[in-house]
């Protein structure tokens, strides 16, 4: 079945730094892929997602690549703000039907003043 | 668009006792519903996948008997844990997909069960 591997586990920024987070996946026919960011105690909120029919998107200061061959897909934040500290998860779908996704382990990005 | 709210958002009990969690779709139909649970500092952990007008799917090492699913109509699942122990205490949070098609889930506030 699917697996969903995410590093690092924990990063720690400076404000107006950049950071990445990277997810490998094990299913070569997944074609979808959402990031979702949780702040502590609340819901998971989609920030971006992917189809594998690109290589990249961008909405403002963040950004998705996906490497197909490699099967690893990278999130982006650029000129990173205190209010982007959260707990980031990738995902992608299980193949069987119903789209079911598989999370990642969840990135920890702290960014600090 | 597109919100899914939960209800209660927090809940304790006593050993032995049930809960009923309800996930709604506020503004959109909802074919499938996904029931996950989260543990502290952990990712989100795939329970079952609710289906409108069908049986639920369970994932591997999830009872079925004790996290009954009801998936009655387009905007309400509900999930039911049965003479809940504190090992159950845990993060519960749903999702949504729209009927139209699109992959996009979008999840519920979350309900965090205590059981004591």
């Known amino acids: 079945g699917e697996n969903v591997e995410q590093h690092p586990s924990t990063l720690s920024v400076q404000e107006g730094d950049s950071a990445v987070i990277k997810c490998t996946y094990s299913?070569?026919?997944?074609?979808?892929f959402p990031w979702y960011k949780q702040e502590l105690g609340k819901r998971p909120q989609l920030i971006i997602d992917?189809?594998?029919?690109?290589g990249e998107k961008k909405d403002q200061r963040i950004a998705v690549t996906l490497n197909k061959t490699a099967k690893h897909f990278s999130l982006h934040i650029t000129e990173t703000q205190p209010e982007d500290s959260a707990v980031y998860f990738c995902?992608?779908?299980?193949?069987?039907?119903?789209?079911?996704?598989?999370f990642g382990a969840g990135t920890r990005l702290a960014v600090h003043p | 668009g597109a919100v899914v709210s939960q209800h209660p958002s927090w809940v304790i009990c006593k050993s032995g006792t049930s809960v009923k969690i309800e996930c709604r779709s506020l503004?959109?139909?909802?074919?499938?519903m996904f029931w996950y649970r989260q543990f502290p500092k952990q990712s989100l952990m795939l329970m079952a996948t609710?289906?409108?007008?069908?049986?639920?799917?369970?994932e591997q090492g999830v009872e079925k008997d004790k996290f009954l699913i009801n998936h009655a109509s387009l905007t309400l699942s509900t999930l039911t844990v049965t003479s809940a122990h504190p090992e159950d205490s845990s993060f519960y949070i749903c999702?949504?997909?729209?009927?139209?098609?699109?992959?996009?889930?979008?999840f519920g506030p979350g309900t965090r069960l205590l059981v004591l």
């Open positions: 992917i189809r594998s029919n690109v």
């Open positions: 995902a992608a779908p299980i193949s069987g039907g119903y789209n079911k996704l598989i």
């Open positions: 999702s949504a997909r729209d009927r139209k098609g699109a992959e996009t889930q979008y």
């Open positions: 609710s289906n409108e007008g069908s049986k639920a799917t369970y």
């Open positions: 503004d959109f139909q909802a074919t499938t």
């Open positions: 299913d070569s026919a997944s074609n979808y």
